[in-house]
């Protein structure tokens, strides 16, 4: 039987998961994990959440920061290769820079590990310097609107300041790419598509539009307010010359030349353009449940393994959870099928 040593020395027996990684049943090789520290956000969104009257998980329940790291070097040794960090709005996390020093360290079956970060950029400001020394490698922004009535009717906060703050520190630290994230919306901002391009590509990071997901809390979304693919591409293309990149991958984002480049611009078509078939990805709530897909309704439970297994068990443990996981993974989200259920959690409980 041969082990795998990690960092807590904590042998994985390559029994406990497949020895050629973490491969479902559909042939995907799953190389990112998402892992997201918080539920809570510093914004309220109405795509993702109430205003008021939300049900935070208890603070008992959010894995510390030495089970996040039980976690990603068992997911390394099984070949997961980037480690996104998401929430909720992860800087709100105070350990932040300690959870990315101790991912950064990680040194997977290819090398040392990626660890990226998608957030809304308030406090990044502050917060920045301390991530890019732990190694942070790059992050995505979110931002809707850069009118600030809008902002604040969308979001629900007056902070757009805040928010270009942010990215003004993410364009001047040289962490690259940087993404900027707009879930498009129609009546909200399917009008300023072309305007947050431009203010993209004036501070050096590459716009990406997001199809509206049946993810909100409230479960209120409608396909009707949805801006899909097509219509997003047709905006950019009044302004722009849009000429496809090849060799997507895994990735979510499909990529486009602007004018021949280098400016890009990418669509994440999730509901008219599932990518599933080539899904890398797995989730780590903030309570410690694993997913396998963004919309799944199941979940696998590692609390008990962080919590409660012996050390000396602990790594198989999770290695065996993991592949289970991957195991169980549908061939797609069946968002257009008849019998569709949106998951239970909100977006900020799953992990962006």
């Not at 406990?16 to 799953?30: I, K, N, Q, S």
């Not at 360290?105 to 020394?133: C, F, H, K, W, Y």
């Not at 901002?189 to 203010?199: A, I, K, T």
């Amino acid at each position: 039987m041969t082990a795998v040593p990690v960092a807590l020395g904590l042998p994985v027996r390559r029994d406990a998961a497949p020895a050629d990684g973490l491969v479902d049943t559909h042939g995907r090789v799953h190389r990112d994990l998402r892992i997201s520290l918080t539920d809570r956000c510093s914004l309220r969104c109405t795509y993702c959440m109430p205003e008021q009257g939300n049900e935070w998980l208890a603070r008992t329940s959010i894995l510390t920061v030495d089970e996040i790291v039980d976690v990603a070097l068992v997911a390394a040794s099984l070949g997961v290769t980037t480690f996104r960090l998401t929430g909720g709005e992860p800087l709100l996390r105070p350990d932040l820079p300690e959870i990315v020093r101790r991912l950064s360290s990680i040194e997977g079956a290819e090398g040392r590990v990626q660890v990226a970060l998608t957030t809304n950029g308030i406090r990044l400001p502050e917060m920045l310097p301390a991530l890019v020394d732990a190694g942070l490698t790059r992050m995505n922004i979110s931002i809707d609107t850069i009118r600030r009535d809008r902002f604040a009717a969308l979001t629900r906060r007056d902070r757009l300041d805040d928010v270009l703050a942010g990215i003004a520190a993410a364009a001047a630290s040289g962490l690259r790419p940087l993404k900027l994230n707009a879930v498009a919306m129609r009546g909200v901002n399917d009008d300023e598509l072309v305007d947050l391009v431009d203010f993209a590509v004036g501070v050096g990071a590459q716009m990406r539009f997001i199809e509206q997901m049946p993810l909100d809390a409230g479960h209120t979304w409608d396909r009707a307010t949805m801006v899909p693919r097509e219509e997003i591409l047709a905006a950019l293309r009044t302004r722009w010359d849009l000429t496809p990149l090849p060799g997507r991958g895994g990735a979510p984002a499909e990529t486009w030349l602007l004018d021949g480049g280098p400016a890009r611009v990418g669509v994440i078509a999730s509901v008219t353009a599932p990518f599933c078939g080539a899904c890398d990805r797995l989730r780590l709530t903030a309570d410690g449940q694993l997913r396998n897909c963004l919309f799944s309704i199941a979940e696998y439970d590692l609390v008990p393994t962080l919590r409660g297994a012996s050390e000396e068990g602990r790594a198989e443990a999770i290695a065996a959870q993991l592949a289970a996981c991957v195991r169980g993974k549908l061939p797609g989200h069946a968002i257009d099928d008849p019998g569709f259920l949106q998951p239970p959690r909100g977006m900020n409980a799953i992990g962006g």
